[in-house]
């Protein structure tokens, strides 16, 4: 019997702070990635949403390497950044 619902898998995350310094954004770009591979998590989409960076650190850019972690956030949980 097929189910006439479609399930969506969803991760969303939300203030990531990527440009502040301290030891919990740190912490967080180091485990999320690795939480999600070990937890096998598969998602069919990753939102992000809201301080994807600190507007008041210096400086103030998005970076590459802000792109490359929401990258590895998507590769992570099975997804690509499309």
Not at 35 to 43: F, I, K, S, T, V
Not at 68 to 75: G, N, S, T
Request: proline share 2%; charged share 30%.
């Amino acid at each position: 019997m097929h189910s006439k619902y479609l399930m969506l898998r969803w991760l969303h995350i939300s203030d990531l702070h990527l440009n502040s310094k301290g030891a919990s954004t740190a912490m967080l770009r180091d485990e999320l990635p690795r939480y999600l591979r070990e937890q096998g998590m598969r998602c069919d989409y990753v939102f992000c949403t809201c301080d994807i960076r600190t507007a008041n650190e210096k400086p103030n850019d998005y970076t590459d390497e802000m792109a490359d972690f929401l990258r590895e956030v998507c590769d992570a949980a099975g997804t690509t950044t499309e």
